[in-house]
């Protein structure tokens, strides 16, 4: 090997009722685009008739998503859980057993020892890391800033070709085995599908259009973030790869975006050719997938790394701290498309470093590169 969803309205993020007493999304925010999967179906070549097979299954498996109604939202916060203790995640890991049913059988709580399940173990660390970067540089506790429980469950569906946060925990698929390997390999794809959850809790996003390709950025900034906490690596020896192994080595491929160059992510005979753009000149205009949000997030994935590259030294410091207080902060509305995102990352870095700061200068060249121009209505002075 060498390279949809409709919908006629923006979709809140949270809908149905969650089980701690906040809405959970009507649907699953997998990290791995439909696009990519329907090309993965349609394969014809016999060496991969498995893997189109897994292909076709997981977009049925994720399919339902289509027809579910949004829901009343509801604004209630959740109760701070039993016994829980601030900056200390409480983490369960459960086993699907290769069924469509969730939570499944637990295999690891907080404090346990690892267990012969790599999946389980990679989970694990992987939540913890998550919580570890969250909570040591930005002083959130866990997924809604009040130590919420971290959930995840692994070994979901058969050769499922996905992962994703369905409003109450992080789910996990074993992949193909021809194209994708298991999706707990991947430290930036379980970062990345817990902060859907920060996000339900903070600027909820609505998940359409370029505020749905803005919620699928966030979550891959932060995912590469805890994976280069916990490596400890700086902004120049980072990869700024979002799933890096997860093909095999029969893809040819490093991983499912590149945050440093989108579109150049794999460039494979079957899977096809990366198709994210790295600035609004390549702005895909498109009903599939929500509006594209796998696709256009490439633009704001890369504008975050224009801004750590320009700053140098460790990304989840100045770069991560301005996208955090934004996505946190009160400037950010639900529908906030590309310049009032950038607008607001603009203030921010003005609120805690300056203005004229190299932060703020920064930030303002980030997005100049890709071609977004701050709102000027809001664009600070």
């Not at 009722?17 to 090309?39: I, T």
């Not at 498995?50 to 997981?58: G, L, Y």
């Not at 994720?62 to 604004?75: A, C, Q």
């Not at 490093?254 to 790295?278: F, W």
Request: charged share 20%; hydrophobic share 35%; glycine share 10%.
């Amino acid at each position: 090997m060498t390279g949809t969803d409709q919908i006629q309205s923006p979709v809140p993020f949270p809908g149905r009722p969650h089980r701690h007493g906040r809405s959970a999304p009507p649907f699953r925010c997998g990290v791995v685009p439909p696009y990519l999967l329907e090309h993965l179906a349609a394969v014809e070549d016999p060496r991969f008739e498995a893997a189109a097979e897994a292909a076709r299954r997981s977009l049925r498996v994720d399919d339902p998503i289509r027809s579910l109604r949004v829901e009343r939202r509801t604004s209630a916060l959740p109760a701070l859980p039993v016994q829980a203790v601030p900056g200390v995640s409480t983490r369960t890991i459960s086993d699907a057993g290769q069924l469509q049913r969730l939570p499944g059988r637990t295999v690891r709580t907080e404090g346990q020892p690892p267990v012969a399940d790599v999946a389980v173990n990679e989970a694990y660390t992987g939540l913890g890391d998550t919580h570890g970067l969250y909570w040591s540089q930005y002083q959130r506790d866990s997924i809604d800033g009040r130590g919420l429980p971290l959930d995840a469950t692994v070994h979901y569906g058969r050769d499922y070709d996905n992962a994703f946060w369905d409003g109450e925990r992080m789910v996990f698929g074993d992949g193909d085995g021809e194209v994708f390997n298991r999706f707990t390999i991947s430290l930036s794809v379980i970062a990345h599908e817990l902060t859907h959850g920060v996000t339900q809790y903070s600027a909820n996003l609505a998940y359409q259009g370029q505020s749905g390709a803005l919620n699928e950025s966030v979550s891959d900034v932060f995912g590469a973030l805890v994976e280069q906490y916990a490596a400890g690596q700086d902004t120049r020896s980072a990869s700024w790869l979002i799933g890096a192994g997860l093909f095999t080595e029969q893809v040819q491929g490093q991983a499912l975006r590149s945050m440093k160059a989108p579109g150049t992510a794999y460039d494979d005979d079957v899977l096809g050719t990366d198709p994210q753009p790295a600035s609004m000149d390549g702005y895909i205009d498109t009903e599939d997938d929500y509006g594209g949000v796998h696709l256009n997030s490439g633009i704001p994935n890369r504008a975050f790394y224009l801004v750590a590259e320009a700053l140098g030294g460790n990304a989840w410091e100045a770069p991560g701290q301005i996208w955090y207080d934004t996505l946190t902060g009160p400037t950010l509305t639900a529908n906030a498309d590309f310049a009032a995102f950038a607008t607001a990352t603009a203030t921010a870095a003005i609120t805690r470093y300056g203005a004229g700061s190299a932060e703020h200068d920064a930030v303002l060249a980030g997005w100049t590169g890709v071609g977004v121009v701050l709102d000027p209505l809001r664009a600070a002075s």
